[in-house]
């Protein structure tokens, strides 16, 4: 079976200081990988995609993700925070031949 | 047009109401979902229509009725809801099913039922 583990329910940073959010997957074949964003009342926005191209993704407002095959891994990171980053977090997985399986969330505090 | 849209934003019924919500899109995606999301929980995917036929119901109980009268748009009819069905509601789109396709998503539905 297809998961995703988001190894932290919640992480809280500084305004200005690195962002680290992880999540590991699980997948019999190469999956595509995605992040979403949410904010409070809002739909997912797409962050930045995976699909078997380049391992360094990057993606919206300054993120990127590095896709690790050998330790099964799909971090996002991005530089600087901005306390517009304060949202909620999805990794999703997308086996193949199946829908999207999504991870628990991250729900990311961003403190001035 | 990269948008995809959803009326009503909210919506409170009773446990004998009919009701229905919409979705639209113009991208000329081919897959539509519908997903239901309780709070502080991830999306859960309800139905996906593929060329405007329903090819996923993922167990949903029969008072949640979907309908896809053409390629932009996606209904999800709503009867005799319980309380516990109350969620936010989000439409999505997609190019099609193969799973390198993103989704789309809509700003969602939040749904009462009182």
């Known amino acids: 079976a297809q998961s995703v583990t988001q190894l932290d329910s919640h992480v809280s940073v500084s305004e200005g200081t690195p962002v680290l959010l992880r999540c590991n997957y699980s997948?019999?074949?190469?999956?595509?990988l995605f992040w979403y964003v949410q904010h409070p009342n809002k739909g997912l926005q797409l962050l930045l995609k995976?699909?078997?191209?380049?391992?360094l993704v990057k993606g919206i407002n300054g993120f990127e993700a590095e896709f690790k095959k050998s330790e099964t891994s799909f971090h996002l990171t991005k530089p600087s925070a901005h306390m517009s980053d304060a949202a909620e977090y999805f990794c999703?997985?997308?086996?193949?031949?199946?829908?999207?399986?999504f991870g628990p969330g991250t729900r990311l505090s961003v403190l001035p | 047009d990269t948008e995809v849209t959803q009326t009503p934003k909210h919506l409170v019924m009773g446990m004998t109401n009919k009701k229905s919500l919409k979705c639209e899109q113009h991208?000329?995606?081919?897959?539509m979902y519908w997903y239901k999301q309780k709070a502080k929980k991830p999306p859960e995917l309800m139905f996906v229509?593929?060329?405007?036929?329903?090819?996923i119901n993922e167990s949903v109980p029969s008072r949640f009725s979907p309908e896809c009268p053409n390629s932009s748009l996606l209904n999800l009819h709503l009867h005799a809801l319980q309380p516990e069905d109350s969620a936010l509601y989000l439409c999505?789109?997609?190019?099609?099913?193969?799973?390198?396709?993103?989704?789309?998503f809509g700003p969602g539905t939040r749904l009462t039922v009182l």
């Open positions: 999505a789109s997609s190019q099609g099913t193969g799973n390198y396709n993103e989704q789309f």
């Open positions: 997948s019999s074949y190469s999956p595509s």
């Open positions: 995976y699909t078997s191209a380049a391992t």
């Open positions: 999703v997985v997308s086996p193949y031949g199946q829908n999207f399986v």
């Open positions: 991208m000329g995606h081919r897959a």
């Open positions: 229509y593929s060329y405007e036929k329903l090819s």
